[in-house]
């Protein structure tokens, strides 16, 4: 069940979110001891919501060369000091409990959506990658790849309140901006055409929905609150609020609300 | 080579399948000395289907917070408890060996396929869903879509004798419905509009043949025998033996067989 | 930046790229503290180019019971017995530094490609099923689909100086033969219609470029530096230096330079 009244973003909504994740957890290991171990590791026995995810995150990301305690500390480190991917998380969070009918809960997007992880190590590589640590930020991006089976070049710039539901096969490349509060379903990439070079991705406006499958290529626009259809290819700007499907995708059913 | 004379469904196919899978294990075992360790871990060492079947699910789908010995005493419950999973199991393995040109026989599904371990492990998920332990079921799910990047919701009802065939990307719904001998191909969707709430994903009927990268979404009906098209986009019912194909698809050719 | 002359294919390439690739590894090592034990263990502590691949493939693709160091050795030996793997893998590298403008250098290219370390495995298990060492040959394509959610058959035919940019989703079956200096977007899938047996998959030219989400079924030729865009479904041949779009595909513009 929804929170019947969700509260409005705000400096104490990482707080709220963070207290209903563990008790959510608690009622989910007590009602399922199989579960009480992972319940343990992964929410209750951490101090705040940066610490759990720094730990699910670096859990999931590392691998035999690159050490879960150096990803840790490097999440940790991030989190600490860029307040505003808290923010991010937080309002991620909200969107998925929002958005998402299958969204049974805070922590059930926290543990169980790899797109959800996907975008809070994406914002980690993003802040390396504007510090010019590059590498790191390309080792990064390039777990997330191979680990949750989306790909977002650390340069391009995704906002907050985002759902990246099932998530599997997302490609957003290198100059590509998205607004907040954006959907976007699997298999969607915002990609180039591969006759420029420069800016040649996707700008996506605040409030967008983008369905399964689709693919966006070019530095084209897609205006705010605007839809773009699950399976559609599109070459060209859309207008904010209106609709666009198809291969090649049209416009359909003028703007909505004008 | 497929056995000439495959046996009817029956409930002598679990140990005769499970002995074509031990027989073609010891061959390769005996071929490949390599793989000598790898197929005693996995087929070889256990007494039955189930067991070995549990053992590569726990190892495939195991992290460092949820241990793969967990996850073997949960599959071992489950399938011991609910004889209808082993004999869709089995079902799924005979589905791979008759319909796919590239399987070269019980154990090569059984090991290598992604598709038919996702399967199996979503029917263990979705048992699970039936007796409201829920957060476990969805724990599955997650690392199924994680390790397999095919992610079926625990509630979905999935038939028999399947064929997930490669499986990445597949997304099947809460709400959809499969039938039988249903042969899946990579980048299915069968998704929501983002319209509705409650009802909201497609039913698909027995012996329905879905291409590579169809999107099938909302609450529609895809009739026995149908076939639906690589790349389609299905928003309609698809009636049954007809043949839907395109972006948004159309039905071509008329039924076949009436 | 990209070297400004890279060097024509040739014997020499592969000590060169190799040179490139400690250098950028050292540069890299000494800029990022929290990579130097990472890229010491994949490419630093290693004599050339080929161990350093070996290593880094075989610690990808191991399991609990797949082990690494049994890869490891396959890896080595495959790579020493066969000195076109090793050339066409340096023919790749080549290919991402200088048509990819994401690449940010060879050794980025060879640590973090899921896509260019697929397409050095599949090499490997195309050799072992040359040798009829099926069942090897198939748990590495198994292993493949899985770790990087590419899946090959190894009886597939590749070329050299391959791209696959991005990589998930790719499905390439087992009578497709792919020509040299191709590149291969995500989601592509070379397969078949599923009502052939045999010789039932696509042939792809020198120098094609095939677009994300294009699905190209059957025995068809896609001509020597064709184009296909991003989401066709492409069921005809295509000829030579032509461009097909569209669901279904047709071809568009006439053939370039002729």
């Known amino acids: 069940v929804v929170p019947s009244?969700?509260?409005?973003?705000?400096?104490g909504d990482e707080s709220?979110?963070?207290?209903?994740?563990?008790?959510?957890?608690r009622r989910d290991a007590d009602a399922e001891p199989a579960l009480a171990s992972f319940l343990y590791a992964t929410v209750l026995s951490h101090p705040s919501l940066d610490r759990s995810l720094a730990f699910h995150l670096a859990n999931k990301l590392?691998?035999?060369?690159?050490?879960?305690t150096l990803l840790y500390d490097l999440f940790v480190a991030?989190?600490?000091?860029h307040p505003s991917i808290r923010a991010a998380a937080v309002a991620d969070l909200i969107a998925a409990r929002s958005r998402d009918p299958a969204c049974a809960g805070f922590a059930h997007c926290l543990l169980n959506y790899k797109g959800f992880l996907a975008v809070q190590a994406h914002r980690v590589a993003h802040v390396l990658w504007a510090q010019s640590r590059r590498?790191?930020?390309?080792?990064?991006?390039?777990?997330?790849?191979e680990v949750f089976a989306v790909d977002?070049?650390?340069?391009?710039?995704?906002?907050?309140?985002?759902?990246?539901?099932?998530?599997?096969?997302?490609?957003?490349?290198?100059?590509?901006?998205v607004g907040d509060n954006v959907s976007i379903l699997h298999h969607v990439t915002l990609g180039g055409t591969g006759k420029a070079v420069g800016d040649r991705h996707p700008k996506i406006g605040d409030?967008?929905?983008?369905?399964?499958?689709?693919?966006?290529?070019?530095?084209?626009?897609?205006?705010?609150?605007?839809k773009v259809g699950a399976g559609s290819?599109?070459?060209?700007?859309?207008?904010?609020?209106?609709?666009?499907?198809?291969?090649?995708?049209?416009?359909?059913g003028g703007k909505k609300g004008e």
């Not at 009244?5 to 400096?11: F, I, L, N, V």
């Not at 391009?156 to 290198?174: P, S």
């Open 5 to 11: 009244h969700p509260p409005p973003e705000s400096d």
């Open 78 to 81: 991030s989190l600490a000091a």
């Open 152 to 177: 977002i070049h650390p340069a391009a710039a995704i906002g907050k309140g985002i759902l990246l539901d099932h998530a599997t096969g997302v490609v957003i490349g290198e100059t590509a901006i």
């Open 16 to 25: 709220w979110v963070w207290s209903q994740i563990k008790a959510e957890a």
């Open 135 to 145: 590498a790191l930020a390309l080792a990064l991006q390039s777990r997330v790849a």
């Open 62 to 68: 590392c691998s035999s060369t690159l050490l879960s």
């Open 233 to 252: 290819v599109v070459l060209i700007d859309v207008p904010p609020r209106s609709t666009a499907v198809g291969n090649p995708a049209r416009l359909i």
């Open 207 to 226: 409030g967008v929905l983008i369905g399964a499958g689709a693919t966006i290529l070019g530095n084209v626009r897609i205006g705010a609150g605007a």
